[in-house]
Nanobody, 127 residues
Framework: QVQLVESGGGSVQAGGSLRLSCTAS????????MGWFRQAPGKEREFVAG????????GYSDSVKGRFTISRDNTQDTVHLQLNSLKAEDTALYYC????????????????????WGQGTQVTVSS
């Protein structure tokens, strides 16, 4: 049974930082592209960042580029999302997702491309 468990969310003031983690089990982690999405109340789930199987390629939404950094540790079956310079509009429930992708696959940016999802971790930024 595949499980993705997010952690690291919390409440911070604008300008602050958080580090989200997602630990996977029940799958061969190195064979999966990973992504982070977020969903604010009343809004659709949106792509935040993605990373390929070996971590060689990353992608970001325009709204977080330059502030967030995605990384992965295939020895620990974990993907991280470093959130810096947080803004009130970053407030959302953040989800980790996994896609059984090919070795040469590009970064996945849409919800339909991902096979498995975590339960989410809440990030709240106060201005």
């Amino acid at each position: 049974q595949v499980q993705l468990v997010e952690s690291g969310g919390g409440s911070v003031q604008a300008g602050g930082s958080l580090r989200l983690s997602c630990t996977a089990s029940g799958l061969t982690f190195g064979r999966f592209c990973m992504g982070w999405f977020r969903q604010a109340p009343g809004k659709e789930r949106e792509f935040v960042a993605g990373i390929t199987r070996n971590g060689g390629t990353t992608g970001y939404s325009d709204s977080v580029k330059g502030r967030f950094t995605i990384s992965r540790d295939n020895t620990q079956d974990t993907v991280h999302l470093q959130l810096n310079s947080l803004k009130a509009e970053d407030t959302a429930l953040y989800y980790c997702a996994a896609d059984a992708c090919l070795w040469r696959a590009e970064v996945r940016t849409t919800t339909t491309q991902y096979d498995y999802w975590g339960q989410g971790t809440q990030v709240t930024v106060s201005s």
